[in-house]
């Protein structure tokens, strides 16, 4: 059974930093595209970033590009995302997920999500 877990939301403030982690069992990890989705409060679900299988080909949203960044450790199955400069803006519950394939495949199975609540 596929299971992704994600860790390292918290509460912090406008301009700190924070990284989150997503730790997958039950598959393969080096085989997929993996991302990171977050849903704010009465908002829909926004993709924010993803990476190939090798780490060397990378998406963000220009809502945090520049800001997060994104990384993978296949040996140890696990997807990273650095998150500097938070804003208030960047108040979200935090989801990593994985594709079924490549860059334009589904991303069919999803962690909980990590709550992430930046204060001004």
């Known amino acids: 059974q596929v299971q992704l877990v994600e860790s390292g939301g918290g509460l912090v403030q406008a301009g700190d930093s924070l990284k989150l982690s997503c730790v997958l069992s039950g598959s393969t990890f080096d085989d997929y595209v993996m991302g990171w989705f977050r849903q704010a409060p009465g908002k829909g679900p926004e993709w924010i970033s993803g990476v190939n299988f090798a780490g060397g080909s990378v998406y963000y949203a220009d809502s945090v590009k520049n800001r997060f960044t994104i990384d993978r450790d296949n040996a140890k199955s696990t997807l990273y995302l650095q998150m500097n400069s938070l804003q208030v803006e960047d108040t979200a519950v935090y989801y990593c997920?994985?594709?079924?394939?490549?860059?334009?495949?589904?991303?069919?199975?999803w962690g909980q999500g990590t709550q992430v609540i930046v204060s001004s």
């Open positions: 997920a994985k594709s079924t394939g490549g860059w334009g495949s589904l991303f069919a199975s």
